[in-house]
């Protein structure tokens, strides 16, 4: 019992002692630290609501860059196959993170933002459409120091979403939707020396009509990697 609190006194001292590792992680889902870069593969599954909900296997692989200094980005490739007929969605994001300067002792906050594409085709029904995606987010991120070379990063992102989608739906040109709402991001990275391991999930209320959006209605995700 003694060694535990030691053990815990000691970390808590060394996460006072070291504020820089609080605003070196940059706000993009992984710590990652200053000058340093990482790639990651991603699997999960999500839910999509069109009038009916439908669930798909997502598979994807992300680079992630912290150059130093208050910008650090992301961009992240997913393909998803959606319900019983296997329909693939290919998705694209990107996103552009800005560490706010506040002088807080170890949370980070980070105004977020970026854009999702989302492109379905389907030859035998004559459906093809594209939505866009633009989230504008407010990161908190809470890295600590857990031993030499580890990082334990949770984080929160509530964000506001515009989308919009359009193409053609069985053959007709009359998809045309957009709308806005909500959602948030959470979940938490673990950096080992040069390996990054993260799991997480994401939330959003935007119009079923949108199809299958960049950002789904609900996704959860596991990510594995390595920084360089």
């Not at 340093?36 to 692989?61: I, M, P, T, Y």
């Not at 996704?219 to 990697?225: D, E, N, Q, S």
Request: with cysteine.
């Amino acid at each position: 019992m003694k060694a535990t609190l030691r053990r815990t006194a000691a970390l808590g001292a060394l996460a006072l002692a070291s504020p820089a590792v609080a605003w070196a992680q940059g706000c993009i889902g992984a710590p990652v630290p200053e000058r340093a870069r990482a790639v990651q593969v991603q699997a999960g599954r999500s839910k999509v609501d069109v009038g009916r909900e439908f669930h798909s296997s997502d598979l994807g692989v992300g680079y992630r860059a912290n150059p130093g200094g208050p910008l650090a980005y992301s961009v992240e490739y997913l393909l998803r196959s959606v319900g019983d007929s296997d329909s693939r969605v290919h998705t694209g994001n990107a996103a552009l993170a800005l560490r706010v300067p506040l002088p807080l002792p170890l949370l980070t906050v980070c105004a977020r933002t970026g854009a999702g594409v989302a492109y379905l085709s389907q030859e035998g029904s004559g459906s093809s459409y594209t939505n866009v995606t633009v989230p504008a987010a407010l990161v908190l991120e809470l890295p600590l120091p857990v031993g030499i070379g580890r990082t334990l990063a949770p984080y929160v992102a509530p964000q506001f979403l515009w989308s919009q989608t359009t193409g053609e739906v069985f053959g007709f040109d009359d998809l045309d939707v957009s709308d806005s709402g909500f959602g948030v991001e959470a979940g938490v990275g673990l950096r080992v020396n040069r390996f990054l391991i993260g799991a997480g999930g994401s939330w959003s209320d935007l119009d079923p009509l949108l199809a299958t959006p960049a950002f789904p209605d609900r996704a959860f995700f596991a990510r594995v990697g390595v920084l360089f």
